[in-house]
């Protein structure tokens, strides 16, 4: 057993002692009004003392308790006045340093206009004019000194984490920007990172400091810089920085192992344990090189408005996405239609959270069965339907041509018919960059389903039927985080300690995020007068061998020695590159600077149609090479790659 010494030891350890402070509360105001009271009385008698020493009165007259209980009254409502009590002391800042100056100054001024008034009815002075000079200068800077040490204790002492265990970083910017960062990391607690300087890429500055710290000149390349300073990570906080010079500094960063964080930009100067907490790890999507997509919400609004809106695939990645974006256009109602009830539960609980006056229905249901559909139209009439209910995996689909036939070409046909039987004014598809001159089923399934909705366009601007139905059609390729994307599966990858493994070492992918791929598809909607197939404009592709890398070295580790990347072969359909644009395609402008119309050969709805009646009837038969030739009769340009049915293009 341990003895009383020991016992009392174990309990003014550095431990308890750290807990014990650091899990205080905040002191009530009365509280603080009472230290500070203690500070004014301890200066009174200080000046007194002074001035006693030097043969001074402080008070001339023989009424002195009163005179010193009327200062010390009006010093109280001084602090009442200004609120010098009211901020968090381990948070103090210059604006409580103000407001006390502000405080003693106007007492200061008060006694003296005081004094000329009292000498001027008894001829003679109450207090010592210099006498309360000095003890309005000894009163402020007690009461700001024990603020400074209270402020400064808590940052030194009371923080979970070591200064050995912080990490050594520097902001890159000199704005206000920077500095508000650099404040809210010094508030932060725990605390993560020790500032040790800012970098003004324009070297302008060099020579002065900026919270105490250097203000570093970047002569070199960065990484250069930061070793000469002994930086472990960076945090980019210049918003005047370009994509492309935000780029260079992470890679440059990430080639000799450095951390590098993001912030973004700072709006709320006043909350700085929120700026502390939105520093983050970049991300590969902040590495996108593209600019923000500016929409026209005035054309979307004008759809959407007080309309009815049906989605398909509502539970999913881009459904779901769709489903927010349209509600913040206000529309009468929105069916989210999906056969996954998990996800589409979660996203009713989402939806449902949010103050809208939009109607939201949640309906199971699959595309496949024309019977559920009608009974959807039936009872909700949508004026505008957005189909992202799809297969997508290429290697299961490559197994499974049958499932892709059913989902991806069936489902859309029983949609599309039904939205012309129903009246729907829009009916916008979503697609696949896979589908052009496709190497899979899941493309060629895609291209199938493009083909039958602009065939019935075409077949209906022909008919003079007064059909309303304008049929739109969507083409992108990779989104950044969807259902099944390399990213996530990257990311999970890499948390187990790897390996990660990517198919071959030069395939290239076109990649957006979600939210950029909804907002095209909702502009592609609006724009859209029927027929149309909107490509977008993807950005630079992107080596996924250089991705994997990348991630691997974001998260930290080190690729190849930390974490290991397989090469594992393409699997069955995968080519190399995807394209956004049959051989016998061009491409018109639009007004929007990222979408482009694909114009594409018409086809004869007739002819057309026979031949998908023919698919969609020989699917039932699961007879996969039956299947698969026939999708190669309606699309001619299916050339199967690293598949079993590659037999059938000989």
Known sequence: MLNKKDNSVSYFSKENLKFSISSLNYLPRWIILAIDFT???AACVFNFLLFRGTGLKFIFTPYWRELVSFFLIMNVFSFWLFRTYSGIIRHSSYIDAVKLLFSQISILVFFLVFNLVYELNFNEKAYLNTALFVNTVFTFCGLFLYRVIVKRTFEL???????????RTIIYGTDANAISVANALNFETPARFKVIGFVDHRNQNVSKRMLDLPILAQKKKLPALMRSVGAEGIIIADKALTKEEQIVIVDQCLEYNFKVFTVPLITNWENQKEISQKIKNIQIEDLLERKPIVLDDKSISKQLKDKTILITGAAGSIGSEIVRQVLSFEPKAIIMLDQAETPLHELTLETQSLDTKCTLHSVIADVRSKKAMEAVFAAHQPQVVYHAAAYKHVPLMEENPAQAIITNVKGTKNLADLSCKYGVVKFVMVSTDKAVNPSNVMGASKRIAEKYVQSL?????????????KFITTRFGNVLGSNGSVVPLFTKQIAEGGPVTITHKDIIRYFMTIPEACQLVLEAGAMGNGGEIYIFDMGKPVKIYDLARKMIKLAGFTP??????????????????????????RTIRTHHDKIMIAQEKQEEFEELHQDIIELISGSVVYDNEAIVAQMK?????????????EVLDK
């Open 457 to 469: 366009q075409w077949k209906h601007s022909k008919d003079a039927t007064g059909i309303v139905t």
């Open 633 to 645: 009769k309606i699309v001619p340009e299916f050339k199967s790659m690293n598949s079993t049915f």
């Open 560 to 585: 190849d020695v930390d974490i290991k990347i397989d090469i594992v072969g393409l699997r069955p359909g995968e080519k190399l590159y995807e394209e956004l644009l049959n051989d016998s395609a």
């Open 157 to 167: 002492y009371f923080s979970e984490n070591s200064k050995n265990q912080l990490v």
């Open 39 to 41: 500070v004014l009385v």
